[in-house]
C-alpha cells in the first residue's frame, strides 16, 4: 500500500516562509514526477510546483520566482520551500507522486494559512 504523508503547514504571516515535505513509502515503482497541488475553500485543486526524476522543474505563475520545489529519489522525499507567502497563499497542500507505471497517489494534505 502507497502512503503520502506531508507536514510542515501551518500558519504564517505574510511575508514569512514555510516548508513543506512529503515521504513516500509502500510498494512503489520508480517515481516520475512528484508535485505539489493546493485547493482553497470554493476553489479547484490546481498546480502550484512539479519536479522531474532527473530533476526539471515547472511552476504555475502564482508562485514563480517565491517558491522552490526539490526532491531526494533515495528518500523518496518531495519538498517545497515557500517564501515571501501572501494571503492568496491559504490552502490545502497536497502532494502527487505519478509512477513509471502510470499510476497516481495523494497525500492527506497540510494546510497553509497565511495572515495578513
Known amino acids: 500500500q502507497v502512503q503520502l504523508v506531508e507536514s510542515g503547514g501551518g500558519l504564517v504571516q505574510a511575508g514569512g516562509s514555510l516548508r513543506l515535505s512529503c515521504a513516500a513509502s509502500?510498494?512503489?515503482?520508480?517515481?516520475?514526477?512528484m508535485g505539489w497541488h493546493r485547493q482553497s475553500p470554493g476553489k479547484q485543486r490546481e498546480l502550484v510546483a512539479v519536479?522531474?526524476?532527473?530533476?526539471?522543474?515547472n511552476y504555475s505563475d502564482s508562485v514563480k520566482g517565491r517558491f522552490t520545489i526539490s526532491r531526494d529519489n533515495a528518500k523518496k522525499m518531495v519538498y517545497l520551500q515557500m517564501n515571501s507567502l501572501k494571503a492568496e497563499d491559504t490552502a490545502v497542500y497536497y502532494c502527487?507522486?505519478?509512477?513509471?507505471?502510470?499510476?497516481?497517489?495523494w497525500g492527506q494534505g497540510t494546510q497553509v494559512t497565511v495572515s495578513s
Open positions: 519536479i522531474t526524476s532527473g530533476g526539471s522543474t
Open positions: 509502500g510498494s512503489i515503482f520508480s517515481i516520475n514526477v
Open positions: 502527487n507522486i505519478k509512477t513509471a507505471d502510470y499510476l497516481q497517489y
